[in-house]
Every structure is written in C-alpha cells, then in structure tokens.
RNA sequence: GGCCCCGUGGUGUAGCUGGCCCAACACGCCACCCUGUCAAGGUGGAGAUCGGCGGUUCGAAUCCGCUCGGGGUCGCCA
C-alpha cells in the first residue's frame, strides 16, 4: 500500500504527521460520539480517534466496525489530551486522529481470541490456525524462528559453507525410524521415500569435494508424534570435510550461539561443556542432562554391599546398581506424595519401586530406614553429606534401569521443589556415545546413531567380543535437558564399513543393495569427514521457552498425525490410486 | 499397543458428593444509549438438550460402559 506507515512505530516524535495505516481492529471502544479503534499490524497497535464533529463520514464507518475488520485509514498523528496516556501500550504517548476510513474486508465472529493472550483449544487453534497465527505469541515465535535460520545461514556463508539442495525423493531404508513411502507411477511396483534426513547425500557431497555444506534441510518421519516431534521437521544439516571432533564443535557453538543472539537476544557463553556419556549417565541418568542444577545421582551399591535390605540385595545380587539421590528439605514432601506421583515417574521408566527415608537430627527415619544398619546408615549419611531435613530417595535394579529412573525423578523434583533457574541456556556436548545398542528382547545389536560412525579408535578390538562397550566418534549438543542434535565423523574406509555392516549381521548382498553406491563412491578417494544435524524447531522451541514444537511450527500436524484446518490425511478416489498401482488394504469409509 | 488428563452456547470457564440446571459467569455477537476511552460503561436480546452412543435411576451435564476428538507420556523415534 503506497504511503503506508506501521502501527507499532508511531511516537511523539511524528506529533502532527500525516499517516496511512491499514491493519486489524484490534479493539473498538465507542462513546457514540467519540469512537476509538486500537489498530493492529504486526508492528503493533496504536489508537485511532474518530470524532463526529471533524470527521463524520470516517466516524460512521468506524462505529459499524468489528473485531477483526480490516481497515484502512488516513488521519494525522497527534499527541494524547493530558491524562489519557496509556503507559501499558508503546505508541501511549500518541493517537491518530482519523479523517478516512475504509473498510476493505469484514469478518465473521472470530472462533478463537486473536487479539489477546487467550489460549483456546489446540484443535480448534489449529483449524482456524491463520487466526491463530495473527496472535502476538504466534507471531513471535515464527518471526523469531526466521531470523534463527537467517542468521544460521548467514553464519554458514561466513564460515565458508555452501548450501546443497538435497533430493526429497530418496530410495527407502528399512533402518532407523519407518519411512512415509510414495508410490511410482514409471515404475510399477517401485517406492520412492521421503528422507528421514539428508545423510548419504551430504558425505557424497563430501566426496565431490564440496567440503562445506549445510542445508536448512526438511525431514520426515513416519512415527508417533509427541510434543517435540512432528512427521515433518526441519534440520540445520552440516557436513565438513578434513575435521575432527572439536572443528564440528567450534563451528556448531559459533553458528548456534550467533544464532541464538539474533533471534532470542541472549548469547550463549562458547565453548560449551563437553560431557562424555557414561558420565552423562552415571551423574544424571540422562544421555541429555538438564545441567541448569546440580542435585547429581550417586551410586551407592558399595554401600549396600552387605544389605540385609531384600530389595537393594537382589538388585545387586544380580549384578545391578542401587542409586540414590539427595533432596535437601525434602521433608517437604509426604509420603503421599513419594508413593504417588513420584513412584509413578519411577515405574514409567522401567524402575520396580521407589525407596526413600529421610535424614533427621536423630538419623534416619522412615521408609526402609528400618532396614538398614547403624553402619550403612553412617556410611550413607558420609556419602550423600546428608545433613538433618533431608530425604534421599533410592532405586534399585539393573544399573541402566536405576540411574534412568531416578534421573526422571530428579527431573520431576526439581520441578516439584523449583530447582531450575529461569532464563538460563546450559549448552553441553555430550560425547563417546556407545557405537551400538542391543536389543534386549532379541539381542540383536543396532546403531546408536548411524552405520556410518566411526567408533573409538581404542575400540576397534572390542567390536567383535563386546560390541555394545564399543564407543563412537558421535555427540550430541544438549541443551536444558533437551537433545537438540547429533553428529559424528564418519566412516570412510570400505573396509571399515564392511566391518562394522558385519558385525550388524548385514550380508554383502544386503549391503551392496542398500549402501552399494556409498561403498562405491569412498573407493574413489572420499576425503575423511564428520558432521551434525541440529533440529530448528526444537532449538527455537527452547530459545523462546515454548513446552511443544508446535508453537514454533506455522501449520503443525496434531498428536494423532491430522490436520484440522485441511482434514488431511483424506481419502482419493479408486481411479487415483490405480493410476499410481495403489490399492488400499484400509476398509471402506463409513460414511 | 499401554497408561494418564481433558471434552459444557462462537471462545474461555462454573456446575460434575445425581433432582434447586430445559444449565451460570466472562469475552464475543445483535439492538439501543453514551464525546476520552483503552478489560470503556449502561440497558435489552440471540445463542449450548452439556463430544457421540448405550446403560443405571422415578430422575443424569453430573454415576457406569463403549466410542470419537484433543493433550501428555511409555513403547517407538538409525
């Protein structure tokens, strides 16, 4: 619109300028002389006057105008009568006093709040999205999310990166999580998938000696959703020829913390910690530590390692661990309360119970106190440096199973007793993951990450006798307690490759099918490389403090894989299908 | 596939230990009044058979079962 001014940038200072505006009514207030209209565009809002007696034709449009319409005025800007100041709003100090007004659309009744804070139901949020969308918080986090990933790839071409399109259309893999599958039409009986991420392409990249790239790259999914998962999300990718673990990382923490300045106002101190996993594991029970507070687990099996105590003595007896963690005051907290919802976290996570007893002036009291000696009493207190008031709380089990465990339930006392400090972004690499994981129900051994890791280089004679204590080149960045993405170097030397795909029981037929055109291409001189995928929407879901990635995505899907504003997924006709050699198993609709 | 929470006019909520509720309040909507408000105010009005189905009961928004939808989560997510 020719001559336009924004709302949000009018002050004192444009005290008798003419001005066209053109946005939302965000608020009508009509004195049926005086009519006020708070304006809106995505600046901001400001107050428009419209007085019968200088302006009655604009006077009458205004005062037919409702919630939602969208106007368009011309008036001069003025300071506000003495008194009438609105300090709770930007452009207080002035208002517009309006002598044309056009109305260019109208709108229904709005079926959620748009102009205020107030939350509706996400399903009816998500229907009418668009409206959803003109809400300050809404625009907020997607303009914030755009100058996140303007400022990642402004950072990138600094760093000498060159974005590379990778193809949306990709052979599928039967590895890792399901693939969305698309049929072909050229090709009866043939699929094509979505990429579950750009990784083969980006070390063939490599290979063509693009030895920077990154790409704002798409991904997709095919698993249930959660509040920090979509079927479609979108990752910072990058790949980096000639590198070794801490080149990956200085040039993550600059281009993340750079990043992070520009959409969030807060710089993240560089470099950040670098926390091997058994650590991670043995100090929080999380191979994504929330290190905004301390409060760490501790084993304790040798202190039991004598119990009489049935529970801790089986654990161990089994060759598992018994761990505890210090809640000071934790006098706090009833019994009640320790057998309910905190048991509950307990158990989710795999945990057969939830010990607990706490520290008094005259020792131990309460819950399995009873069972313990006066020596392991001491040697506990010693331990923990338990000190009167305390409660320590204990599982037991397989030692993967009782450090998990009661890292939840820390996570869930430190929200219960407001151990997280606000505003704080506690960046950390969590390092050395293990190479593979087994399967507990079959045996099988996986990836951790991907195929294509290197393991340790000290590891390499365990990856037949011990495979699952073989350590990767892998790491993750993590942040709050949220995992925001992995990398690693990679492998490059077929042989090596061929190793690792045997010991995943992958035959040579399986091999040369699946990854015969990775093999092929590292025997033509596939310079050494490593790199990292950062989910986008999580890092701006945690930058601006937002509990689903949902606030930061413009047009989600819900947890049931749908979306309400298009009723997507929908059906197709017979004739649809047949053409691309679809029939489906699905029954009928029932219409 | 499992577990947990939620579902009342357009929106947000109250009622939910059954009858006083053919449902209340706020916002929005409609009409009228009102020249300085900014959650404007005043008067009047329209609008929900309480997600759906079935059951218990003399009687259900309120109890039970199933189901649909939304959210959280375990499994799953190389």
Redesign the pocket.
Known sequence: MKGRTMCGALSAADEGRRVILAGWVN????????T?I?LRDHTGVV?L?F???TAEEAKRVA?RC??EWVIRVEGVVAL??E????P??PT?EV?V?ADRCEVLAQAQ?????VGDE???????R?QYRYLDLRRPRMQRNLRARHRFIKALRDAGDRLGFVEIETPTMVPS?P????DFLIPSRLWPGHVWALP??P?LYKQLSMVGGFDRYLQIARCW?D???????QFEFTQLDLEMSFVEEEEVYSVLEEMVSTAWEAAFQVTPPTPWPRLPFAEAMRRYGSDKPDTRFGHELCEVSQVFASSEFQVFRRALDQGGAVVALRVPEGAQLTRGELEGAFLEVAR???AQGLAYCWQRDAGLEGGISKFLSEAEADRLRQELGLTAGDLVLFTAGPRQTALVSLGQVRLHAARRLGWIPEGRFDFLWVTEFPLF?R?PRTGEV??????FTQPHPDDWGLLRTEPEKVRSRAYDIVCNGVELGSGSLRITDPRQQAEIFSVLGFSEAEVATKFGFLIEAFRYGPPPHGGFAAGIDRMVMVGLGES?I?EVIAFP????G?D?MTGAPTRVAEAQLAEVGLRLAAPPPPS
Request: hydrophobic fraction near 20%.
């Open positions: 608020h009508r207030r009509d004195h049926g002389g005086l006020f708070d107050q006057t007085n019968p007696e005062e409702r919630l506000r009568p008194g009438s100041e609105n709770n709003l207080g208002e006093r009744a709005m079926p959620l709040g107030a939350v509706a139901d996400e399903r009816v998500l893999t590895e890792g999580a399901r579950q991420s990784q999914r698993e249930d959703l959660r509040a920090d998962r989710t996570y795999g994981e399967d996986s990836p951790m990450h991907h195929p689903s949902r899907k819900t947890q049931t749908a309400p």
